[in-house]
């Protein structure tokens, strides 16, 4: 077994972002998503959940079918057109659909109808994919998991589960009924019912061998099955044509270092896992001898990465927390579950575009997908591909130089985003993603996310500092950012630390330049995690040497949603910041927010008033203020995602108008100009508008970028959007 180099990973992974297109080099890019609840029939409720979990393709590629549990249906997609996807109909279910296969015309969808955990029950539909109608069931006497073909389309598997309890014995296994395998032969892509085996599967596991759970299950060109067990650790090659057990082992177990095993709101690669289990998910051939599976966990295990086997069960690569390190690298990393199964791979697909064999590993929640070259001995990673929330499953399309992704999370009861599928075109180019990435640290990657006030690198162009939020409570940052390099790198941190001890109860929002080498912070409060809203001043080292309190007249009327942003204006004893309230607090007008002044030199505090957009859905605020030239520079944006979002606007207002008046007297209201709609940037990679653009500063040289916070990836695609708007000046 050959061990995995996080060097390698990373430098595999960013040679597509930083490769000349003179090279011709063939990347994915996405060219589209599509919301799926925009399949949705007329009348239906279009703010009930969504999902789009398992997804195949129609044999020419120009159709997308993918399951959609909580609706009990499965949904079509027109792609002929792969950069505008077209709702192309749905086909519903007595009862939730987990996979879906195709032979020909053909849907085979696998149908769970189960009772209740004790009475698992289950169906294989035949679905006209033409005329959208289903045409015959077969009853698989249990509740399957997922469905798979042979290369000839004349033979059908599908894993049948009988999933445990999570509620029971905290999901203790054994739980009764046991689990088995179906094998049912195919003419013209109808299933003959009258052809089903079951394979007994009893036995085999060392971990409750009486009660197997199949997961997921994939043909060779053999004609050979690979079946995870998932919560028994186990792997079972079946002979398709007499449906026999071939052999069977365990998936075994890895000794994971450098990673961050424990949820404290910081990451920091110097935890371990000794023996960790596996317990794999997702599983393919990548030739009639090896198999790749996306290791999870579930049931006591997780590995966090992805193994290939041979057919004996020898393992011939194991990423152990390679995998997890290029993704924290981009800022995916979800350290809220860190003390959990980390990225928690799952899915994965393997296919061969032009000269390249190549596999892809879905991380369920990074939700991020590592694109892979299979060299035959260590794997060499080519790109990281952003996702919807929690891709659950996968589709390539060679032939047509496409991929696919069904990201199974809808966050609409939130407000959040919806699922969707997203497709992506292999093509001669540039790697449009990552947009931001970080340098190593002591051999791991510098942890980031959650990124929200930008400021300038005094008399260096191209380079700016950036702060991270409340996510990261144990870690309060300012990262130093290079942003001459595509993608912009990440290249340093100053810990924010207090008495020696990284600073606590922080949410910091906005970094401005002090004059002097140090940073004015601003922090927003929150009394439900303790958090007070306050300005804080530290000096090149990251100390800090003083907190400001807001005054009694602030305080008064005070809100969740405080400071957002800092900038300074003036020097030495005339310098004044000015912090930007991101809603209306209680003494405010509706649709009118404060800017607030402060004078360090002799701690007078004022403000003034700046009018806001209206928006018909959702609210609309500040995210940051940041001083160049004449002008007070201001995000304004709505808290919506998706096709809802109409408002992230860039704005700016003369500093003429910054005259504050008294805290409690009659504000002055500033006029504001529209500098950019930033729709249209956030538009660029061809995902959905995500709602949190936090950030914007203005460079040396006199360029603006703007920073997304992507919340740490909780209940997020995880995406960082970071790019330059150009010249601010010629604006």
């Given amino acids: 077994m050959k061990a995995f180099s996080i060097t390698t990973a990373l430098a595999a992974a960013l040679a597509a972002s930083t490769a000349s297109a003179v090279k011709a080099e063939q990347v994915f890019n996405r060219v589209a998503s599509f919301a799926v609840a925009d399949n949705l029939p007329a009348g239906a409720d279009r703010k009930a959940p969504t999902s789009a979990e398992i997804i195949t393709a129609s044999e020419d590629g120009n159709t997308l079918i993918y399951t959609d549990s909580p609706g009990k249906r499965i949904g079509f997609i027109d792609i002929t057109d792969a950069k505008a996807p077209k709702a192309s109909g749905i086909v519903s279910f007595d009862g939730e659909p987990t996979s879906v296969a195709i032979a020909g015309a053909k849907a085979l969808v696998a149908v769970n109808t189960r009772e209740s955990f004790t009475k698992p029950s289950g169906l294989l539909a035949i679905v006209d994919v033409v005329a959208k109608k289903v045409e015959a ?76 759970e199949p997961e997921f299950v994939a043909f060779n060109g053999k004609d050979e099955i690979a079946l995870t067990l998932q919560e028994n650790n186990h792997l079972v090659i079946i002979d398709g044509k007499s449906a026999t057990v071939k052999t069977h082992f365990s998936a075994g177990t890895v000794d994971l270092k450098n990673i961050d095993a424990k949820r404290d709101g910081a990451i920091s690669f110097t935890g371990e896992q000794p023996g960790r289990k596996r317990e794999p998910d997702a599983v393919k051939w990548l030739d009639d001898n090896r198999l790749l599976v996306a290791n999870e966990g579930d049931y006591e295990g997780g590995a966090r990465g992805f193994t290939i086997f041979d057919a004996t069960g020898k393992v011939l690569f194991e990423s152990g927390a390679g995998f997890e390190h290029a993704i924290a690298a981009i800022g995916h990393y979800p350290e809220k579950r860190s003390s959990a199964k980390g990225i928690e791979p799952e899915g994965v697909e393997a296919a061969r575009f032009g000269d390249d064999s190549l596999f892809f590993v879905l991380s369920e929640r990074a939700s991020i997908v590592g694109v892979y070259k299979d060299t035959g001995a260590e794997p060499e990673l080519l790109q990281l591909l952003p996702s919807g929330i929690s891709p ?32 992506y075109e292999r093509a001669e180019g540039r790697a449009a993603y990552p947009q931001i990435r970080s340098s190593e640290k002591d051999g791991t990657p510098i942890g980031f996310g959650a990124l929200s006030g930008l400021a300038a690198v005094m008399d260096k162009p191209g380079f700016l500092r950036a702060v991270s939020d409340s996510v990261f409570s144990s870690q309060p940052t300012i990262f130093t950012i290079d942003a001459t390099q595509t993608p912009a790198l990440i290249t340093g ?48 080292k990251g100390e800090i040497k003083k907190e400001i309190a807001l005054p009694a007249e602030l305080r008064a009327n005070e809100i969740r949603y405080g400071f957002e942003g800092i900038a300074t204006v003036g020097e030495g004893d005339d310098q004044v910041l000015w912090m930007a309230v991101q809603r209306e607090w209680k003494d405010d007008e509706k649709g009118f927010v404060k800017l607030v002044s402060y004078k360090p030199a002799t701690e007078e505090w004022g403000a003034v008033r700046y009018p806001l957009d209206k928006s018909e859905e959702g609210w609309v605020g500040l995210s940051e203020i940041s001083v160049h030239g004449d002008y007070a520079y201001i995000i304004e944006r709505d808290n919506l995602i998706g096709e809802a979002a109409k408002l992230k606007k860039l704005y700016r207002v003369p500093l003429a108008d910054l005259k504050p008046a008294k805290l409690g007297s009659e504000l002055p209201v500033v006029r504001k100009e529209e500098v950019r709609d930033l729709i249209a940037d956030l538009k660029a990679l061809n995902g959905y508008v995500v709602d949190k653009v936090e950030g914007f500063g203005v460079d040396a040289a006199g360029n603006g970028y703007v920073v997304t916070d992507n919340d740490g990836v909780d209940d997020s695609s995880g995406e960082t959007l970071f790019f330059s708007i150009g010249a601010i000046d010629a604006m």
């Fill in 137 to 212: 069931t077969c009853d698989l006497g249990g509740q399957p998991d997922s469905v798979a073909l042979n290369k000839d389309r004349t033979l059908a598997a599908v894993a049948i589960e009988n999933e445990r309890d999570e509620d029971v014995e905290d999901g203790k296994i054994p739980q009764m009924p046991t689990g088995d395998l179906v094998i049912l032969s195919l003419k013209d892509g109808i299933a003959d019912c009258t052809t089903i085996k079951h394979v007994a599967l009893t036995g085999l596991a060392e971990v409750a061998g009486d009660d197997p």
């Fill in 392 to 423: 659950e499953g996968a589709v390539a399309i060679p032939g047509r130089n496409l991929f696919a992704t069904a990201n199974e999370v809808d966050l609409v009861e939130d407000g959040g985003a919806r699922a969707h599928v997203m497709i």
């Fill in 493 to 540: 941190t100053l810990p924010i630390t207090r008495d020696g001890a990284p600073a606590q109860k922080l949410d910091i929002e906005g970094v401005a330049n002090d004059g002097d080498g140090g940073f004015w912070l601003a922090s927003e409060g929150n009394s439900d995690k303790l958090y007070s809203h306050a300005l804080f001043h530290v000096n090149k």
